[in-house]
């Protein structure tokens, strides 16, 4: 996976509250960044779909506390392959927990956005 390509994409998708320093944006981009890294680690391709060469993108709305922990999410755009959505709960599991939030950051929503993809 291209971790500056998906750490564009989860920016430009990612709401949160803006911040009114460059510190906090700083940080929030570190956090960001610590995301996408996380990601790219865990999430792995399921060998049923890499033997059915099946690929997908879904968009999932992850609800985030202040130390990381996911305390809630929601599948917004599945891949349309079962066996895609169906690593997408898993994928949770091992996410959680995420790093914490930058400082000042209760809760954070936001839109991951998830490629499987055989390129």
Do not use: C, H
Not at 13 to 33: C, I, K, P, V, Y
């Amino acid at each position: 996976m291209n971790i500056s390509r998906y750490l564009l994409i989860l920016t430009g998708l990612m709401w949160f509250a803006s911040t009114s320093n460059s510190a906090g944006a700083d940080a929030m981009e570190d956090w960001q960044r610590a995301v996408v890294q996380k990601v790219a680690a865990k999430q792995g391709y399921p060998r049923m779909a890499v033997a059915r060469q099946l690929e997908g993108s879904a968009k999932v709305r992850l609800t985030v506390t202040s130390d990381g922990l996911i305390r809630s999410f929601e599948i917004m755009e599945p891949t349309g392959e079962d066996v895609l959505d169906r690593a997408i709960p898993k994928l949770i599991d091992r996410l959680s927990p995420l790093p914490p939030l930058p400082a000042g950051q209760d809760e954070l929503s936001f839109i991951l956005p998830l490629t499987w993809s055989l390129d």
